[in-house]
């Protein structure tokens, strides 16, 4: 990490990972097809347990980012010590997290959906589902924390199989749980739920099996578990601010939800198809920068600062081939992406719409991206929270909200609100991750 030609090294750090998140992707687009297939209504109930589901997947993501930026540093620096009590103590409070998690989403989630819909079909298919899905929740926050650890001592490849496994696995039974297909049960939208946890447990099996016969550079000793609970407050300094800004998005859709069912609940299917379609982009994205943390903060605490700032904008570009892209695609074949998800004629017409518009500040949003994750690998946590504020909550929100009613645009105003804040985060993302490294990693 700390010698090898930078392009070669993030490349094969990233795209096992760019690899990974594409079947993520591919498995949340087939998923919600084959819910699609069951009616409009399990769309709309899958579409409102998304934040839900977002604010788990979004805790087990962040403190692992936090558990990765712990060991990358301490692994650079050359304290095994510590790199192996960070991540003993992480997986133990990653499971916590998830169980804790589980009960609390399950408890909620009925008086959730009621904020959002008077429909009893709507309402009951979500509550089943929501019931299914975050019975797994600690299964995925461990499968998480295991992606992390491997990532952060460079074996992309057995992070990027895990996953893989665990997608493919869902796209196999989704319709065989969802519609009985064979020997199984017709399950409708519980089996849509199953296959997702079943996916996740498949995921976390792999990784165990890997960890246990394939020796790494860190090792989860039980011995040094109280010493890795006691450097809580290191994980968390980074892990809090990446849960935040990860679940920032749920705390969107649900703002963004209530301003669009003021005019139609077609409006609420259309954002919930956007956030499906949209992780063909940023889940790659993602990769890139899954690839870059590791990287970044061995340097970081290898003291290479110049390799650290190349390493930025490597990757800032890199994000930016795979949105434009996405822009051209959503420009020329709208129509087609919504269609995948509904037979509404009124649906497809005012998606395609949605897309074209949300589609151009696509690009620009390769900065935010790439600042966001540069400083979370710096362990820099509050920083890249705040580009995360003001891209989900403080500039689109109250944007979206005079562009729809005093503007007098409607729909089309917080369609629109997406792209102005892309370009607003973009410009204030350079000067926070300037501001935040200055005197440290570059001139």
């Known amino acids: 990490m700390r010698r090898r030609n930078l392009l070669p090294l993030l490349l094969s750090m990233s795209l096992p990972m760019v690899i990974s998140m594409l079947f993520s992707s591919l498995y949340n687009i087939v998923d919600s097809y084959f819910v699609a297939r069951i009616s409009e209504e399990s769309m709309t109930a899958l579409s409102l347990v998304f934040p839900l589901q977002n604010l788990v997947h979004s805790v ?20 095994r010590k510590e790199a192996d009590a960070a991540a003993a103590g992480g997986m133990v409070l990653a499971v ?10 399950i408890a909620l989630s009925p008086s959730f959906l009621r904020m959002f819909t008077s429909s009893e079909t709507v309402f009951e ?10 019975a797994f929740s600690a299964v995925d926050t461990a499968g998480i924390a295991f992606e992390k650890i491997f990532q952060a001592v460079g074996r992309m ?13 869902n796209i196999i039974l989704d319709p065989l749980l969802i519609f009985g297909i064979g020997p199984f049960p017709e399950m409708g939208i519980d089996g849509a739920a199953l296959a997702t946890g079943l996916g996740q447990l498949l995921a976390l099996i792999v990784y165990i099996f890997v960890y246990f016969l394939s020796p790494m550079s860190v090792r989860l000793r039980k011995s040094l578990i109280r010493d890795g609970i006691c450097m809580a407050g290191r994980l968390y300094t980074v892990g809090i601010p990446a849960t935040l800004s990860i679940a920032l ?35 790659p994205a993602s990769g ?8 970044i903060g061995y340097n970081y605490g290898a003291g290479e600062n110049e390799r650290v700032r190349r390493i930025f904008i490597i990757v800032t570009l890199m994000c930016a081939v795979i949105m ?15 269609g995948l998800f509904s037979d509404n004629p009124l649906t497809i017409e005012e998606g395609a719409r949605a897309l074209r518009i949300i589609s151009i500040g696509f690009v620009v949003s390769s900065v935010s991206v790439a600042a966001s994750g540069a400083l979370e690998g710096l362990g820099k946590g509050l920083p890249s929270l705040l580009i995360s504020l003001l891209r989900y909550a403080v500039v689109i929100i109250p944007l979206s909200y005079v562009l729809a009613f005093p503007a007098g645009l409607g729909p089309d105003g917080v369609w629109h609100a997406f792209w102005i804040t892309e370009a607003i985060t973009a410009a204030a993302s350079l000067a926070i991750y300037r501001r935040s490294v200055r005197g440290v990693v570059v001139s």
């Open 125 to 134: 298919a979500g509550t089943r589902y929501a019931f299914i899905v975050f």
């Open 96 to 105: 916590v997290h998830g169980l804790v998690l589980s009960i609390i989403c």
């Open 60 to 79: 087990g993501v962040g403190f692992g980012v936090g558990i990765n930026a712990v060991i990358a540093f301490h692994s650079g620096a050359g304290n």
């Open 249 to 283: 998005p749920s705390l969107l859709v649900s703002a963004l939800n209530a301003i669009l069912s003021s005019f139609s609940v077609i409006y609420t299917l259309i954002l919930g198809i956007y956030y499906k379609l949209q992780t063909f982009l940023y889940l």
């Open 324 to 338: 434009l892209l996405g822009t051209v695609l959503c420009m020329i074949a709208p129509k087609a992406l919504i």
């Open 288 to 295: 890139f920068v899954q690839g870059m943390r590791p990287v």
């Open 157 to 169: 490849k057995v992070a990027m199989s895990a996953m893989m496994a665990g997608c493919i696995a």
